[in-house]
């Protein structure tokens, strides 16, 4: 079955950067886009930007342009999401999601189980 | 940027009908997807396309659009429906993603 699969928890004290890790199976790697989606405790889901496991091409939120980088390893099924220069307000769940269908509304399913990121001194 | 507004909560008895409605200007123009999400776990689509349910997903999970609002109908509310739900749409115009900013279903 179709399946994301996350990298584990994460602890960063401010400034530091975080690579969160999304591997995928049960499909053709290539053939999905991969979003990243990120909710802070007790709040609603933001989206981040979407990672193109079948190219480069990437598309980043704006409010993250400069500190995020999402990248991909064909060999290993794998897409990352690197957020740099932490602060605290960037505590939060991150998800990976892939799109359901190939098609101009994106919509998500499956999604990955999360990675808890704790960002404190 | 596009904005979608859900109302925080709403509550019903077991076996009524829930509505909860994501509010955007012109949104029955473009597609609306929902998801649920229960405490510890991450969300779960339920609805796609406005109307179309994943399989898998209950027929008791409905939904529809038009004009400005957009609504996601649970009927014969069970114990389980229990979660928070989610409105979300592509935003064309900015090539990006948009989260309603979610509604708290309670089961009475």
């Known amino acids: 079955q179709v399946q994301l699969v996350q990298s584990g928890a994460e602890l960063k004290k401010p400034g530091a950067s975080v690579k969160v890790s999304c591997k995928a199976s049960?499909?053709?790697?290539?053939?999905?886009?991969i979003h990243w989606v990120r909710q802070a405790p007790g709040q609603g889901l933001e989206w981040m930007g979407i990672?193109?496991?079948?190219?480069?091409?990437?598309t980043y939120a704006q409010k993250f342009q400069g500190r995020v980088t999402m990248t991909r390893d064909t060999f290993k099924n794998t897409v990352y999401m690197e957020l740099t220069s932490l602060r605290s307000e960037d505590t939060a769940i991150y998800y990976c999601?892939?799109?359901?269908?190939?098609?101009?509304?994106?919509?998500?399913?499956?999604w990955g189980q999360g990675t808890l990121v704790t960002v404190s001194s | 940027s596009y904005v979608l507004t859900q109302p925080p909560s709403v509550s019903v008895a077991p076996g009524e009908t829930a509505r909860i409605t994501c509010g955007g200007k012109?949104?029955?123009?473009?597609?609306v997807h929902w998801y649920q999400q229960k405490p510890g776990q991450a969300p779960m689509l339920v609805i796609y396309?406005?109307?179309d349910r994943p399989s898998g997903i209950p027929e008791r999970f409905s939904g529809s659009n038009s004009g400005n609002t957009a609504t996601l109908t649970i009927s014969r509310v069970e114990a389980e429906d229990e979660a928070d739900y989610y409105c979300?749409?592509?935003?064309?115009?900015?090539?990006?993603?948009?989260f309603g900013g979610g509604t708290k279903l309670t089961v009475l």
């Open positions: 049960g499909y053709t790697f290539t053939n999905y886009y």
């Open positions: 396309y406005d109307s």
């Open positions: 999601a892939r799109v359901r269908v190939r098609g101009p509304k994106p919509h998500f399913d499956p």
């Open positions: 012109n949104i029955g123009s473009t597609s």
């Open positions: 979300q749409v592509w935003d064309t115009n900015r090539a990006s993603v948009v």
């Open positions: 990672s193109n496991p079948g190219g480069t091409s990437t």
